[in-house]
């Protein structure tokens, strides 16, 4: 049944914390733009507030928004915890499709499907906020 070699819960545990932070960080990207109509390619990440492009340090998931205190490096803008949220829950659910159904081709599409709730999700509540 196991089609990667390696496939152990600990390796699964890695691979998710891996892959789950770094479609975290894509899902956090996402969730910002596409409700603002920004294309989720060009322009590079900057700060919302002094728009100073963010070098890779300010791009760590998770670990650039707890050693800035979730602030910018620049203008000391707080930086909306949201970042933060996003990046664990979806690192978090990631984990799990990753323990639960290991390397077989259904992780490709629960992968998809965690992105796309996470984000659709965080889409909605902001909305509400605005009503
Ligand atoms: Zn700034």
Not at 31 to 55: A, E, G, M, N, W
Not at 70 to 77: I, L, M, N, S, T
Request: hydrophobic share 50%.
């Amino acid at each position: 049944m196991d089609m990667f070699p390696f496939d152990t819960m600990w390796f699964r545990l890695l691979a998710g914390l891996l892959i789950g932070l770094i479609l975290g960080s894509f899902t956090t990207m996402l969730s910002y733009r596409v409700p603002r109509r920004i294309s989720i390619v060009q322009p590079p990440s900057q700060c919302p507030q002094c728009h100073t492009p963010l070098k890779p340090r300010d791009l760590v998931p998770v670990l650039s928004w707890l050693i800035e205190r979730g602030q910018c490096r620049h203008c000391r803008a707080t930086i909306s915890p949201r970042y933060l949220v996003i990046e664990l829950v979806t690192t978090a659910a990631v984990v799990v499709a990753f323990l639960a159904l290991g390397f077989c081709p259904t992780l490709i599409p629960a992968l998809i499907g965690i992105v796309a709730l996470v984000t659709l999700v965080t889409i909605n509540i902001e909305r509400q906020k605005d009503l």
